[in-house]
């Protein structure tokens, strides 16, 4: 198989990589190196124990221009995206990833709609087939992250109907899902396996020591969405990952992604409307 760039390419446990990508079942396809473990946590946890499940992970971007801070400050560039990468590496071996492949696209080639992004995608999810795929959500905040989606949803619509995966889900990195209501929210428990969860986000130092406590704020949303998910149960799950159901949209090609996502927010909308008319009294 051939990437369009030199793609960084990592098997934790050595198999072949062609085996590594077919025995795959839950696929993440993220923007940046930590992304994937700050959203698909449920996916990887469910794969470390399962003999019959494996995770593979795909960054898109080559983490440049990231921050330097600290005890990063007299890095070059380069170097900072090889500590990057290493990051990731790390993670996929804590995680017992099948496979880890950073595709090292520049962000502006994604944002362009470069067409080899969706090559190498393409080319990904046919000699991986999984059932199960975890991409950003496409009301995220952060540009990248949502071009990043787009052209996950151009690769996978390019795949023959019965071979796409059976569940698409968009979770949240830049912007929680909290907003949805609750009958929309696709809810992914993490209960247990907390020091590895712990572990595999505390791997990405070169962004933690810039001053960023993503490993603190990834662990607070989870037990925050837990906690306050539905107000008159006790909590039965201390941690969840919000996600969108974007199946519809690789079951539908004609459907428009940013109507798909308007109906999202128009929900949300009513339901904050209907509360205030209901209660709002002479005001
Ligand atoms: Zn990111």
């Known amino acids: 198989m051939k990437f369009s760039h030199d793609a960084d390419v990592f098997v934790p446990d050595g198999s072949a990589l062609d085996n590594a990508l ?3 079942t839950h696929l993440c396809i993220a923007a940046h190196q930590d992304d994937i473990e700050i959203f698909a946590w449920h ?17 898109v971007t080559d983490g440049a221009g990231s921050p330097r801070t600290h005890e990063y400050k007299d890095y070059t560039n380069e170097e900072m995206m090889e500590v990057r990468h290493e990051e990731q590496r790390t993670a996929a071996s804590i995680g017992k990833y099948s496979a880890m492949i950073q ?8 944002k362009s709609g470069d067409k080899c992004v ?3 995608l393409e080319e990904i999810l046919n000699l991986t087939q999984p059932s199960t795929v975890y991409l950003h959500n496409p009301a995220d905040k952060h ?8 052209r996950c949803i151009e690769a996978l619509r390019r795949i023959p109907l019965s071979q796409r995966p059976q569940l698409v889900l968009g979770c949240e990195v830049w912007r929680s899902l909290d907003w949805v209501i609750d009958d929309q929210k696709y809810v992914l428990p993490l209960e247990g396996a907390e020091k590895v969860a712990s572990s595999i986000l505390g791997v990405f130092d070169s962004q933690i020591s810039g001053g960023k406590r993503y490993d603190l704020a990834t662990a ?11 107000s008159h149960d006790t909590d039965d799950q ?3 990952t919000f996600a969108l159901n974007l199946t519809p949209l690789i079951e539908d090609d004609n459907m428009s992604i940013t109507d798909f996502t308007e109906n999202f927010i128009n929900s949300f909308c009513n ?3 209907d509360r205030l008319d209901r209660f709002k009294g002479d005001l």
């Open 43 to 59: 996916g990887i946890k469910q794969c470390m124990t399962a003999k019959d499940k494996w995770f593979t992970g795909v960054v």
């Open 22 to 24: 077919q025995r795959t």
């Open 143 to 150: 540009d990248t992250h949502v071009a990043v989606l787009l």
């Open 271 to 273: 339901d904050v409307k």
């Open 220 to 230: 607070g949303r989870r037990i925050a969405n837990a906690t306050f998910f539905q």
């Open 238 to 240: 201390t941690a969840i």
């Open 103 to 110: 595709l090292l696209h520049p962000s502006s080639n994604v």
């Open 118 to 120: 969706v090559d190498d």
